[in-house]
């Protein structure tokens, strides 16, 4: 059974710029939740979507967006990036969110320079 | 908000010795107390969990214990190996309308050959 997949998994953007990233979860697996990891403040919720709804969300700012499609797999999108954007961005699948396993993929490491 | 604390922020064992990492929850609520393994350049790997309804849980050399009235839970290693050296998680969730994980600050573990 394939794991989570996170696409692209490294990228460097320019400050001001808006950036899209991609995450495909395991197969039946309707719960995707979004983390930011940095040195200084660890692994943050960002968001989580539950067939392609939104049903809970982190202290971020409006400028982080996230979806869901039908087929589980889903995005989440950073606009006008800050230097402070920088930061490992991880992908959690699980069945059904809540108290279920949540397996994470490798992660995209966004660079904002 | 749920807070989870987690001690030591580093750890050094000899090879074939155990390791102990505990955590502390402050929300009564959470039910569920994942670990997870991260090395370096992957993702946070879960290697075991553990529901509010059971006191124990093992599986081969690791093992996690949670005590509900304290609110703390503890990651057990035993016989530690060089692969072992990883830096881990401790993360405390809950159900109904609060679908995340929220993460201790993480471990650096390293096993003395």
């Known amino acids: 059974k394939a794991g989570v997949t996170q696409t692209p998994r490294y990228l460097i953007k320019t400050r001001g710029q808006q950036v899209t990233l991609s995450c495909s979860p395991i197969s039946g697996h309707r719960s995707v939740s979004w983390y930011q990891q940095t040195p200084g403040q660890g692994l943050q919720f960002l968001f989580e979507?539950?067939?392609?709804?939104?049903?809970n969300k982190g202290n971020f700012p409006g400028r982080f967006s996230g979806r869901q499609f039908s087929n589980s797999r889903s995005e989440m999108n950073v606009s006008t990036l800050e230097l402070g954007d920088s930061a490992l961005y991880l992908c959690a699948s699980s069945q059904r969110g809540g108290n279920t396993e949540a397996f994470f993929g490798q992660g995209t490491r966004l660079t904002v320079v | 908000g749920e807070n989870v604390e987690q001690h030591p922020s580093t750890l050094s064992v000899q090879e074939g010795d155990s390791a102990v990492i505990k955590c502390t929850y402050s929300d009564s609520a959470s039910n569920y107390f994942p670990w997870y393994k991260q090395e370096l350049g992957k993702g946070p790997q879960l290697i075991i969990d553990i529901r509010s309804n059971v006191g124990e849980k093992k599986d081969q050399r690791i093992a996690v214990t949670l005590n509900k009235t304290a609110k703390h839970f503890s990651l057990h290693i035993t016989e530690t190996q060089p692969e072992d050296s990883a830096v881990y998680f401790c993360a405390a969730s809950m159900n109904f309308g609060n679908e995340k994980l929220t993460f201790g600050t993480g471990t650096r573990l390293t096993i003395i050959p």
């Open positions: 979507y539950f067939s392609e709804t939104q049903r």
